[in-house]
């Protein structure tokens, strides 16, 4: 099991940094403005050995090598750093791909100045989340007035993307002084990446409803499709729902009562908060992701079956879409789930009180809510949330993606903790899809006949 967002990816300039952001080595070491590189300390004091020793040799050529690198020193003392007036143009070659798309990133970086860089290196300051296959960085001497340019690749992942300014280093001919900055690129900054709401298999939901007709079976008689009673015959009734059997056997008009279907309303929260960044290895899509690709696929079958769906994130942040119903609701709940910041590919830094979210979120929920709670039970307090909001009376499911493996006993005792997990909290009565490998709409699909009885 691996924490971090992206699982270890590769930075633009080729190692990975922690949690899978992309890190500036440049950044790193060096400080910003003028700074001297220490690439010749010691050098004018080295260069005086072979002069003292032609001297009490008798021996000029040594004292000429000594000459030599005692000149080059003092050259090097007095060299300053380049003056450093470029210009920098970036281009994304598609600022809205779909996930998974590659986007070729351009740029172009133009000396404006008068004198040459003789030794310029620049590195892009590459979204975080964002995979790259190619290094984000250049080093290249340039004139006055000529365009260096370069490219790379990132792989499109949902979410907005800004990308941080470009760091420039340029040292002088000597390599004894260097001059440090980050430069804002012009063009393109960011790049949005939403993916699409597509309705899996039917969503089973729990009995809490709403006044409205809907899809969701209750324990009321009246119109509806599945059988529930029958009662005496009122004036009025309609002449389909009369049991024309019992009629005919005893001369008594009696109604059919059906189970009347109505509307839910349901709330899709997601668990984003830092514990929930979870993946099996580098290279899967952690925790997080797949909540939000269960919520991607969840909130548009429900809103076709005419439910009220609203979603929030359990994580730091006001990350609330209040429940609603059309297509305006459903291109909102899109834009929310694809670039709002606690949803973000990498976890936030921003402090979090999970106490005070449940507070604040249950004064928000409505009375009559559902909660569709996405979270790979990282920790007792995600079932602790759980099994409180259930207690409040807001029917929970949960849908748990499983970032456990059992390839270290660390792994596999952190896979036992949340089987137990699993398991109280379906002692509790609570609905728990532990969503394996399969996809979502399999594991909907497996689990809905037992749910159903």
Same mark, same amino acid.
């Given at each position: 099991?691996?924490?971090?967002?992206?699982?270890?990816?590769?930075?633009?300039?080729?190692?990975?940094?922690? #949690?899978?952001? #992309?890190?500036?080595?440049?950044?790193?070491?060096?400080?910003?403005?003028?700074?001297?590189?220490?690439?010749?300390?010691?050098?004018?004091?080295?260069?005086?050995?072979?002069?003292?020793?032609?001297?009490?040799?008798?021996?000029?050529?040594?004292?000429?090598?000594?000459?030599?690198?005692?000149?080059?020193?003092?050259?090097?003392?007095?060299?300053?750093?380049?003056?450093?007036?470029?210009?920098?143009?970036?281009?994304?070659?598609?600022?809205?791909?779909?996930?998974?798309?590659?986007?070729?990133?351009?740029?172009?970086?133009?000396?404006? %100045?008068?004198?040459?860089?003789?030794?310029?290196?620049?590195?892009?300051?590459?979204?975080?989340?964002?995979?790259?296959?190619?290094?984000?960085?250049?080093?290249?001497?340039?004139?006055?007035?000529?365009?260096?340019?370069? /490219?790379?690749?990132?792989?499109?992942?949902?979410?907005?993307?800004?990308?941080?300014?470009?760091?420039?280093?340029?040292?002088?001919?000597?390599?004894?002084?260097?001059?440090?900055?980050?430069?804002?690129?012009? %063009?393109?900054?960011?790049?949005?990446?939403?993916?699409?709401?597509?309705?899996?298999?039917?969503?089973?939901?729990?009995?809490?409803?709403?006044?409205?007709?809907?899809?969701?079976?209750?324990?009321?008689?009246?119109? %509806?499709?599945?059988?529930?009673?029958?009662?005496?015959?009122?004036?009025?009734?309609?002449?389909?729902?009369?049991?024309?059997?019992?009629?005919?056997?005893?001369?008594?008009?009696?109604?059919?009562?059906?189970?009347?279907?109505?509307?839910?309303?349901?709330?899709?929260?997601?668990?984003?908060?830092?514990?929930?960044?979870?993946?099996?290895?580098?290279? /899967?899509?952690?925790?997080?992701?797949?909540?939000?690709?269960?919520?991607?696929?969840?909130?548009?079958?429900?809103?076709? /079956?005419?439910?009220?769906?609203?979603?929030?994130?359990?994580?730091?942040?006001?990350?609330?879409?209040?429940?609603?119903?059309?297509?305006?609701?459903?291109?909102?709940?899109?834009?929310?789930?694809?670039?709002?910041?606690?949803?973000?590919?990498?976890?936030?830094?921003?402090?979090?009180?999970?106490?005070?979210?449940?507070?604040?979120? =249950?004064?928000?929920?409505?009375?009559?809510?559902?909660?569709?709670?996405?979270?790979?039970?990282?920790?007792?307090?995600?079932?602790?949330?759980?099994?409180?909001?259930?207690?409040?009376?807001?029917?929970?499911?949960?849908? /748990?993606?499983?970032?456990?493996?059992?390839?270290?006993?660390?792994? =596999?005792?952190?896979?036992?903790?949340?089987?137990?997990?699993?398991?109280?909290?379906?002692?509790?009565?609570?609905?728990?899809?532990?969503?394996?490998?399969?996809?979502?709409?399999?594991?909907?699909?497996?689990? %809905?006949?037992?749910?159903?009885?």
């Amino acid at each position: 099991m691996t924490g971090g967002a992206a699982g270890g990816r590769e930075q633009a300039d080729g190692s990975t940094g922690a #949690n899978g952001r #992309n890190v500036d080595p440049l950044g790193q070491i060096r400080p910003k403005g003028v700074v001297p590189t220490g690439r010749w300390t010691g050098m004018a004091a080295l260069a005086l050995v072979p002069v003292g020793l032609g001297v009490l040799l008798r021996h000029p050529p040594l004292v000429l090598v000594g000459a030599l690198g005692v000149a080059f020193a003092a050259y090097a003392r007095g060299d300053a750093a380049p003056d450093l007036d470029v210009t920098i143009e970036r281009e994304l070659s598609d600022p809205t791909p779909d996930p998974g798309d590659e986007v070729t990133v351009t740029l172009r970086i133009r000396n404006e %100045g008068d004198g040459v860089l003789p030794d310029l290196r620049a590195v892009d300051g590459v979204p975080a989340a964002l995979a790259t296959d190619d290094p984000a960085r250049l080093g290249t001497a340039l004139r006055p007035g000529r365009t260096a340019t370069f /490219s790379y690749r990132v792989t499109a992942i949902r979410g907005a993307h800004e990308w941080d300014p470009v760091h420039v280093l340029a040292r002088n001919p000597s390599g004894s002084r260097e001059r440090d900055a980050r430069i804002d690129a012009e %063009g393109a900054t960011t790049l949005r990446c939403a993916p699409e709401l597509e309705a899996t298999a039917s969503l089973p939901l729990r009995g809490l409803t709403t006044v409205y007709s809907g899809r969701v079976p209750t324990d009321v008689g009246g119109a %509806g499709i599945e059988f529930h009673s029958t009662r005496e015959y009122r004036h009025g009734d309609p002449a389909k729902r009369v049991n024309w059997a019992r009629y005919a056997r005893t001369g008594e008009l009696s109604t059919l009562e059906f189970r009347e279907e109505r509307a839910a309303t349901v709330v899709v929260c997601i668990d984003a908060r830092e514990e929930a960044y979870l993946a099996p290895n580098p290279e /899967s899509p952690n925790a997080v992701e797949r909540s939000v690709e269960a919520a991607a696929q969840a909130v548009p079958a429900l809103l076709d /079956s005419g439910d009220r769906v609203g979603v929030a994130a359990f994580a730091p942040g006001d990350c609330r879409l209040d429940p609603g119903v059309g297509d305006d609701h459903a291109a909102r709940a899109r834009e929310l789930l694809a670039t709002h910041p606690s949803l973000a590919p990498t976890p936030s830094d921003e402090r979090f009180l999970p106490t005070t979210w449940v507070r604040r979120f =249950r004064r928000w929920l409505p009375a009559d809510a559902q909660v569709l709670f996405c979270t790979p039970l990282p920790d007792d307090y995600a079932a602790t949330v759980a099994r409180r909001l259930d207690a409040y009376g807001h029917a929970v499911t949960v849908i /748990s993606p499983d970032p456990t493996t059992d390839d270290t006993p660390g792994h =596999r005792l952190a896979g036992v903790e949340r089987a137990n997990r699993v398991s109280r909290l379906r002692s509790a009565g609570i609905r728990v899809l532990d969503w394996g490998e399969a996809s979502l709409a399999t594991e909907l699909e497996r689990v %809905g006949a037992r749910w159903s009885r």
